[in-house]
């Protein structure tokens, strides 16, 4: 896309009635907490069951209207701040070549897994571009901008290069990751000669998203809790600092104003502060993140907005308690600087109800603590 198409493109989608998110972002005052859910669109809602009775997978994905139809499915339920686009991380593999299924109760499965570096050559052709192969993102993107009608902002997203490679490695989930941790300790130059190449084609993905009409983006690094310190400093952090430069630098270049950017990195509580300070606007928290690493990551990182991180089986909790774990949420994290949502993706049989009181709860109780924090400031300015 040339640079005017995309600006023209820009200025073609219907005005925000909701930005509260994209203000969280830049840490401007906001008037509730926004609140979005990870796995919003998904198994727990019958009507995206419907459709996958009738459509595979990978066929939704790659259907631009089925695809914006299945966006919207959570927003007609719930008052949510954001959507997000309904895709996989597993797309950028597929795109480069490699067959990715997904098999009913198990999850995805490669059908030719990477084992040893001589497999990438026949696995993965470099020549292949983002903007080509994963058109069919960037159409239902643009389409699920216009059916929005400005309800909310559209997140964009990728997986990150370290959760990617090892997937391309172990073909499927895996609890240890130990085949491609193999590969970090045997064959290092491979690894990163892998992950750097991932890191250029997800930068790509990426801007290629906004230019289609995505506000927002967050990088998924779902695999941090089987990396070390060490490894994950070596393997992931500086592909992860790499791509949201690339990303601003590229989008800067096309003359696309600022675009936030979420990293969530699941499983790395040791690695919260350079985390955090590794030019991300929003760091997402996984569930296992304790309220004593959030007050200090709060003193430490002040400019920094957070995101998370209720767990996903807090759902299953009755109402009264699932507000109280909510107040203590909010208190915690504080209503500024904050988005609120799960600390994981949401369970296919989570309770509908609980997720709606959980959207609503996040919203009426920081209404309400905005309201009484900005009371005194108030009186002060009347004095
Ligand atoms: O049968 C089905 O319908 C498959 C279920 C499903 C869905 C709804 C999969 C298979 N992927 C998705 C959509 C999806 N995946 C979205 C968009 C929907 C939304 O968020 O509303 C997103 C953002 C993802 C991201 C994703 N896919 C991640 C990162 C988040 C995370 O959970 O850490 C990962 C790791 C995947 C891989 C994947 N895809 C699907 C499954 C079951 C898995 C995990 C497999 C595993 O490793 O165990």
């Given at each position: 896309m040339s640079d005017s198409t995309v600006k023209q493109n820009q200025d073609e989608f219907p005005p925000l009635k909701n930005n509260l998110i994209l203000r969280a972002c830049r840490g401007e005052p906001v008037e509730r907490v926004p609140i979005w859910i990870m796995r919003q669109a998904g198994r727990y809602l019958p009507e995206y069951l419907s459709i996958r009775s009738q459509n595979s997978f990978f066929d939704v994905c790659r259907t631009p209207s089925i695809c914006c139809e299945v966006t919207l499915q959570p927003l007609r339920r719930f008052d949510l701040d954001a959507a997000i686009i309904f895709s996989d991380i597993l797309v950028v593999p597929q795109a480069l070549g490699m067959q990715v299924d997904m098999i009913a109760k198990e999850g995805p499965r490669f059908a030719h897994p990477i084992n040893v570096p001589a497999d990438i050559k026949t696995a993965i052709d470099r020549t292949k571009q983002a903007s080509v192969e994963l058109k069919y993102v960037y159409d239902a993107i643009t389409l699920t901008r216009h059916a929005l009608d400005g309800r909310c902002p559209l997140i964009g997203f990728s997986g990150a290069p370290w959760t990617l490679m090892s997937y391309m490695i172990e073909g499927k989930g895996s609890e240890t990751h130990s085949k491609a941790k193999k590969w970090l300790y045997t064959y290092v130059e491979e690894s990163h000669d892998l992950l750097q190449f991932l890191t250029h084609f997800i930068i790509n993905h990426l801007v290629e998203q906004v230019c289609a009409g995505a506000q927002l983006l967050q990088l998924f690094e779902s695999h941090c809790g089987c990396l070390s310190h060490d490894l994950f400093v070596r393997f992931s952090l500086p592909y992860l600092r790499q791509i949201a430069k690339g990303v601003r630098d590229m989008l800067t270049r096309r003359q696309i104003p600022f675009v936030p950017l979420i990293i969530f990195a699941k499983d790395a509580h040791y690695a919260l502060d350079e985390l955090c300070s590794s030019s991300f606007d929003v760091v997402g928290l996984d569930w296992s993140i304790t309220r004593r690493q959030i007050r200090t990551l709060r003193e430490k990182y002040p400019s920094v907005t957070l995101q998370g991180n209720l767990d996903?089986?807090?759902?299953?909790?009755?109402q009264n308690d699932l507000e109280k774990m909510i107040k203590q949420m909010l208190e915690i994290f504080g209503p500024k600087n904050y988005i609120a949502n799960l600390g994981h993706g949401i369970y296919p049989d989570a309770n509908i109800d609980n997720v709606k009181h959980f959207v609503d709860t996040v919203h009426r109780i920081s209404k309400d603590m905005i309201k009484h924090e900005s009371v005194p400031k108030m009186i002060n300015a009347n004095k």
């Open positions: 996903p089986c807090a759902l299953y909790a009755s």
